[in-house]
Every structure is written in structure tokens, then in C-alpha cells.
């Protein structure tokens, strides 16, 4: 068991009964009551607390209450498990000065998390969470608690239930009734996670748009799926789902339903960067709106092609929502997303899968067009077909200084015969091809494990430059 704990991009993972446990959680905890006193007015204004489906996601909530409120922080607890969306807007809903999440989100099955919330409902800033992170008492620390009954008796912790103001919120940015009215047949999968029921309930109980579901009840062990990642081979069952019952759309949410997959019509999957450009399409020229667009450096081209065309800045930023939320708040941007499948609206700075859900589904409705036919409509309005691929690759942790070292040195002037026409070391290595297209390459802050995506005009030319890519790192492993 690994008493060390340090804290990644966006808090702290572990494996359930290995790192994760009650005492380090507890000492977790402690760290962030210690930040929302001293650095939050957490003592006025309080601090949500909310989980996901996982195995004792529940009791470890219920551990951090005790924890914050026995440094004297009122505590709003979720009634039970939770979208991470919901919990993020129940900090503006509830003025509080942030928010706990116990959840792994899209990770596997035996993993738990800890995501710590501003007052905004984001992701801390980098400097802030190493803030948070250097407060975690040592290991054997003594941890005061206030026992969870005594806390809610003597009003330090409340439950409550987050959905009717989420569902308020989402009530002002797509029309729900219009939704509810269309009649469309939806085959989602939540992926046994925190979104279960929760599309479904938004629109109401006599809804004629219906969503049927499949992996549509707890289950910790996510089973058929490595990870409840709405991405394929997982989101093969889908595809096979929707086929059956002829439905009009599939949709998947991951573990915490921040993040979303979507298959077309035929069953085939639409990948992120795709559903980042209809989302755009739908934001600017379906329903004419106007505000800037952030995205990470990882995700798509024809953002900045719409953008041009329709006079938005587009924004881009480095990998991970700690950098998109702030960004989207500099700029009261429209849109914000990530290459991972995790997109936001303007007013809440974090990846929402049920409300890009029923964004799809309101672009569907309003053109009209089924979900192959709004991809090809995307395509014309900027100009081309793009070709999307990543492949993840494994390598020797003690190589990793050596690949980096190759990385650093990398200068091509060409990839698969096309020229390099500029360098991008923001966060990775970025490659610009022609025409709009890249190639990236990233390595994992968490584990040794090497990433090669591209996007590109050339839909001849996907696999030469992924291999291309390997190739400049050195790197042969098989995928993982």
C-alpha cells in the first residue's frame, strides 16, 4: 500500500484499497478544508460534495463531509451518485466556494478520485492545486472528524438533491419541451455509471423522445468495457444496440457523464473531434450565436476554418480542462472542449455529457437531417473531409527520458512526404502539415504511455503519419 500521494492534472487517482483508502482519502480531505478556510471563504459559503457510481464512492463522500465539517465548513452532500456536471453547477447554485468529487470518471474499474472544484464549478488552476496538494498531512496523521450524524444534526451537513436546479440550468440552453415533443429513439448507453436515468428525467415522463438504454444499472465492475470510455472498441455494444432497435441516434456518456461518444444513424461511431465541429455548426450557423471557441491543441482544424467564416476567435490551449475552464472564463467564451470527448457551454467552466447530449439531439431536430447527413454537412461548410486517428502506445518507464530526449531534437522538414510547416512544443509536440493538418505527439502525465494523434486533409495519408510519428520517438511498442 502506498502511503505517497501526488496529485495529477486534475487531483488525485488511486487504486481502490491500495493508495485509495479511508486514512489517505481523510488526509485528502483535510488538505482541501484547509484551502476552501483559509483561501475560499469556505467557513461562509460552504462546499459541495458529490460521487459517482464506483465502489465506495458513497462512504469515502461521506468521510470527506466528516472531515470538512470537523474544520468547521458547512457541507452540502449529494443525495446520492451524481453527474460530474450537476455537481460543478450545484457550486453556482448553492453560492458555494467549491466543490469535492469523489470520482475516476472514464478510468478503470478499480480506481477512485478526488477532484477538487472552484467557486466557478472548474477545474483549480495548476499553481492552485500544487497549493492543495502541499497542505496533505503526512501519513499517520491524526485527522479530526465529526462523526456524519452529528454533522447533519448540528447542521454542518446537509443533503440535498442537485437535479432540479441543473435542470433549470439546462432548461435555459436547449429546449427541453421541444426535445421531450420529437418523438426521436435514442439508444444511449451510460456505461453503468452516474448518468443512468438522468437524460431521461430531464425531458420528463411523457416524453415522446425515449431513450433506450443498455449497461443501464449500477455496476463498479463496468463490465464489457476495460473503462467506461465513451470511445470504441466500448462503444461497440452501442453501435450493435442501435442497430436492433433501428434507432435515430446513439449516445454514450462515460462513468461521471462528463464526457460524451455518439454513433450515427448506421451504428458508426463519431469520433470527438467530429462531435467538437458539430457542436460548432450547431452553436453558429444553425442557431446563429456569436462567442469565442477554446479548444486544447489536440482537437480540431475546422474550428478555426468556422471561426474565420463566421468572425469568433478561436482559442487554443494546452491539453486538459484546467486550461480550457479558465480560458472559456477570460474570454465568456460560447464553447470550450477537449480532444477526450469533453465539451462546455458559456456559464460553466466543465465537461457536460448530458448537456451535449441533448445538443445533438436539438441540432438533429432543428435541421431535420439524421446524424450521417449533419457529419457531411459539416464537411461542406468547411471545405473538405477530415481524417481523425490516435494511437496510444506503451513503452519502459526507464525510457522515458530517452524519448522525450529524441522528442526535443525532432526537426523534420517532412512526414509521410508531406511538409512539416511548423513546430508547436506548448504541450507535446505539434506538427503542422498542410492545408490545416497535424500531426501531435504526447506523453502521458500519469503512466508510461506515449500518444500519436493526427487530423488531416489526406485520408491516404493517416496511417504513413501516425507511423511517421513513432518512428521521430523511437517508439515500437504494440498498442496498447
Excluded at 451518485?81 to 448553492?94: C, E, F, G, H, Q
Excluded at 452529528?150 to 432548461?171: M, N, S, W
Aim: charged residues 25%; hydrophobic residues 45%; negative net charge.
Amino acid at each position: 500500500m502506498s502511503d505517497t500521494i501526488h496529485f495529477g492534472t486534475d487531483g488525485w487517482r488511486a487504486r481502490i484499497g491500495e493508495g485509495y483508502t479511508f486514512a489517505n482519502l481523510r488526509r485528502v480531505a483535510a488538505a482541501a478544508a484547509g484551502y476552501y478556510r483559509d483561501e475560499a471563504d469556505g467557513a461562509a459559503r460552504g462546499v459541495v460534495i458529490g460521487h459517482d457510481q464506483r465502489f465506495l464512492a458513497r462512504e469515502m463522500a461521506e468521510a470527506a463531509a466528516e472531515v470538512l465539517a470537523a474544520a468547521g465548513l458547512p457541507v452540502w452532500l449529494t443525495s446520492g451518485a451524481t453527474p460530474t456536471p450537476v455537481i460543478s453547477y450545484s457550486v453556482l447554485a448553492r453560492g458555494a466556494a467549491g466543490a469535492i468529487n469523489l470520482t475516476a470518471s472514464h478510468n478503470p474499474p478499480e480506481d477512485l478520485g478526488f477532484k477538487v472544484r472552484d467557486a466557478r464549478g472548474g477545474a483549480l488552476a495548476p499553481e492552485i492545486l500544487k497549493r492543495v496538494e502541499a497542505r496533505i498531512p503526512a501519513p499517520g496523521s491524526e485527522i479530526p472528524r465529526l462523526p456524519l450524524a452529528e454533522a447533519i444534526d448540528r447542521g454542518l451537513v446537509r443533503i440535498f438533491d442537485p437535479a432540479p436546479d441543473y435542470r433549470a440550468y439546462v432548461a435555459e440552453r436547449v429546449d427541453l419541451r421541444r426535445i421531450a415533443e420529437a418523438g426521436l429513439r435514442v439508444a444511449y448507453d451510460p456505461m453503468w455509471g452516474a448518468g443512468i436515468g438522468w437524460l431521461e428525467w430531464l425531458l420528463g415522463p411523457n416524453a415522446r423522445t425515449r431513450f433506450i438504454a443498455i449497461h443501464a444499472e449500477r455496476n463498479p465492475s463496468f463490465p464489457d468495457m476495460q473503462r467506461p470510455e465513451p470511445i470504441p472498441p466500448n462503444t461497440d455494444a452501442l453501435s450493435r444496440h442501435l442497430r436492433a432497435i433501428g434507432a435515430d441516434v446513439g449516445i454514450a456518456n462515460d462513468g461521471d457523464a462528463d464526457r460524451v461518444g455518439a454513433t450515427d444513424e448506421q451504428g458508426q461511431f463519431i469520433n470527438q473531434l467530429q462531435v467538437y465541429g458539430l457542436l460548432a455548426y450547431y452553436m453558429l450557423v444553425v442557431r446563429g450565436e456569436r462567442g469565442a471557441i477554446v479548444r486544447t491543441l489536440s482537437t480540431t482544424s475546422m474550428l478555426d476554418i468556422l471561426g474565420a467564416k463566421y468572425g469568433v476567435d478561436v482559442h487554443e490551449t494546452g491539453v486538459g480542462f484546467k486550461y480550457v475552464g479558465p480560458k472559456m472564463l477570460e474570454t465568456d467564451a460560447m464553447l470550450g472542449g477537449e480532444e477526450s470527448g469533453g465539451f462546455a457551454f458559456r456559464g460553466l467552466p466543465e465537461r457536460d455529457g448530458l448537456l451535449v447530449a441533448l445538443a445533438l439531439l436539438d441540432l438533429m431536430i432543428e435541421t431535420g437531417r439524421k446524424p450521417s447527413e449533419l457529419i457531411a454537412d459539416l464537411y461542406a461548410e468547411v471545405g473538405g473531409t477530415w481524417h481523425y486517428q490516435r494511437i496510444d502506445v506503451r513503452f519502459d518507464a526507464a525510457d522515458r527520458a530517452a524519448v522525450m530526449a529524441r522528442m526535443d531534437a525532432a526537426a523534420p522538414t517532412t512526414l509521410a512526404g508531406l511538409p512539416v510547416e511548423g513546430i508547436d512544443r506548448t504541450d507535446g509536440y505539434k506538427f503542422w502539415l498542410p492545408d490545416r493538418g497535424w500531426m501531435l505527439i504526447r506523453f502521458s502525465g500519469t503512466e508510461p504511455l506515449l500518444r500519436v494523434y493526427t487530423e488531416t486533409l489526406r485520408g491516404d495519408k493517416v496511417e504513413a503519419i501516425l507511423q511517421a510519428g513513432l518512428a521521430l520517438a523511437g517508439v515500437s511498442a504494440s498498442p496498447s
